[in-house]
């Protein structure tokens, strides 16, 4: 029997997003979670970072099933890529599963053969040598679970996302007790959020926003409209009671949160009064002060429809001086510039916009440290690892855990790929596997590497410049002048002259250099990057290409 249990983060370690966990005993593993990455703004072109699945490709029939936590996009948004390559069973919530099959009705056919098993939250189940509790904590959606995992060397618990909300909208709350309970017959490894880790405080509850919308609601003379994301459910039930309550119809524009909305008022997640909801359409023909609309686009997503209103490109919606625009939602890092720009523009249009801090208009979906230590100190584990989030918040919520007497030794800091080693005395990294990003271009899967991406950012910064270089078959002397094509990287007025000189630098590298093609090749990038690096101070793609011409037969 193995003396050790392996945990073995494929994402989320560094950065916010492509959650996915293994644990590993003997030739069994279990999956939590298999979550993407929306792409940073330097990863031009890509769709989504997904984990890579390499460490698995041979172990396939290891896999006992696969559990998530809930039902964000970081924690499922892998499933279709994944269960493409290995086959196994997925336990969650109702919820959550019915969401997860859309996701696959999507991207592997209405039929799939995919088992989706619904667990209520606080059951257990066991899976090949591991027994799984369930424990009911909350976050910014419903059924959001921590996980405690019995395995032949210990009980291990991972928190998923969580902050501790007393009173999420539409009832329920964590399950201290029960949490506190598990805990109590001795836990040999915490994984534990750490999204939150710079906040001091307690995350306030969801239920705390009810008074600026209320008041936002009330007051408005036109359209409200507000901008959240598709998933989080307990804003949109929040939105629902204050609209109903001042007679305002809620409509839904953008497709994912149409489709999110539907589903959870199908199962009995979203409780929407009677009359309360209307169809887009009808919505934009009755009058405005009877009016709220959820939309998309609350991180400047340049195709949701925030975006697409505020620079007056959408479809069916027009802004109006007499609209309310609330964000509801605090751009993610990164997205800072794109979301005030877009707010600049809103405010160009005349209409009223509220977002925070102006407005007690979002919370956050993940703890703050009181939560963090309230956590650690009801789990009281052996090991303490933090996950989920970037280097600075596992650092931090490092620093909370030594803070509270867990000995250094005891915490453990692990980047993706890292393979621990698990007993009852002991926890080291004993090897690595591949835990860097897999990149989903259009519909390729890993086919753009950072070789492509590299290419892509200077393409986009500083342009592309051919060197066109004819050359004799048979003498390998110049057939004709060599001849330059830009693009982005020179101004129209200025082309002329640029190209006439750009091309007598070519000529003058092509003549000095020997007459094969490497030589030619980078004498031409050498002498063109120095020539446009001088006069426009950019460093555009050079692509040389070489044409033989066949004059044999003339
Ligand atoms: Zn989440
Ligand atoms: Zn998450």
């Not at 990455?37 to 490709?57: A, H, K, S, W």
Request: glycine fraction near 8%; proline fraction near 7%; avoid cysteine.
């Amino acid at each position: 029997m193995p003396q050790y249990l392996r945990f073995i983060p494929l994402g989320g370690l560094g950065d916010i997003g492509r959650n996915m966990a293994l644990f590993e005993y003997g030739h069994n593993i279990l999956i939590v979670d298999a979550g993407v990455m929306f792409p940073e703004n330097d990863m031009l072109g890509i769709d989504l970072v997904i984990p890579n699945f390499e460490y698995l490709r041979d172990k396939k029939d290891w896999v006992r099933g696969i559990v998530i936590s809930h039902g964000h996009e970081d924690h499922t948004g892998a499933l279709p890529f994944l269960l493409q390559e290995i086959e196994a069973p997925i336990y969650s919530t109702r919820l959550v599963n019915a969401l997860i099959d859309h996701k696959l009705k999507e991207k592997l056919g209405r039929r799939h053969k995919v088992a989706l098993h619904d667990v209520t939250p606080g059951e257990d189940f066991r899976l090949g040598p591991f027994h799984i509790h369930t424990v009911p904590l909350t976050h910014s959606i419903p059924d959001s679970m921590a996980l405690a995992i019995d395995t032949p060397v210990g009980r291990v618990i991972h928190s998923g996302d969580f902050k501790i909300d007393y009173t999420p909208p539409g009832g329920g709350g964590p399950n201290l007790s029960r949490l506190a309970a598990l805990a109590a017959e001795g836990v040999l490894a915490l994984f534990a959020d750490s999204t939150g880790a710079e906040r001091t405080g307690f995350t306030p509850s969801e239920k705390t926003l009810e008074p600026a919308f209320d008041q936002i609601m009330r007051a408005a003379p036109g359209r409200v409209i507000i901008a959240s994301f598709a998933s989080q459910l307990y804003r949109l039930q929040l939105i629902i009671d204050i609209a109903h309550r001042y007679g305002r119809k809620v409509a839904i524009a953008g497709r994912s949160m149409e489709q999110n909305f539907e589903t959870a008022r199908r199962l009995g997640y979203l409780h929407v009064p009677k009359g309360a909801y209307v169809r887009l359409p009808t919505a934009l023909k009755m009058p405005p002060e009877q009016v709220t609309l959820l939309i998309t686009g609350s991180q400047g997503q340049p195709e949701a429809a925030l975006a697409r209103m505020a620079a007056n490109r959408h479809r069916e919606i027009a802004l109006s001086p007499q609209d309310t625009v609330i964000i509801s939602a605090s751009p993610i890092p990164g997205n800072e510039e794109v979301v005030g720009r877009m707010i600049n523009q809103l405010v160009d249009r005349g209409v009223e916009v509220i977002y925070p801090p102006i407005a007690h208009v979002h919370v956050s979906g993940h703890a703050s440290q009181e939560e963090m230590k309230l956590l650690l100190s009801l789990v009281h584990p052996r090991f303490f690892v933090p996950v989920h989030g970037e280097p600075r918040h596992l650092h931090l919520h490092a620093r909370l855990a030594e803070s509270m007497g867990i000995p250094r030794e005891r915490i453990i800091r692990l980047r993706d790929g890292d393979v621990l080693e698990l007993g009852p005395e002991r926890a080291a990294v004993v090897e690595h596997v591949p835990g860097d990003y897999v990149f989903v271009d259009g519909s390729g899967v890993g086919d753009v590497g950072p070789q492509v991406l590299r290419e892509r950012d200077v393409l986009a910064r500083d342009g592309f410049v051919a060197a066109i270089i004819p050359l004799r078959k048979d003498t390998r002397e110049l057939a004709s002048a060599p001849q330059v094509i830009t693009r982005g990287v020179i101004y129209k007025d200025q082309s002329d002259a640029t190209l006439t000189e750009a091309e007598a630098v070519l000529l003058d590298a092509v003549q000095r250099s020997k007459k094969n093609r490497n030589a030619l090749k980078s004498a031409a990038i050498d002498a063109l990057s120095r020539y446009f690096y001088k006069n426009t101070r950019r460093n555009p793609l050079i692509e040389p290409v070489i044409v033989e011409i066949d004059t044999s037969g003339q």
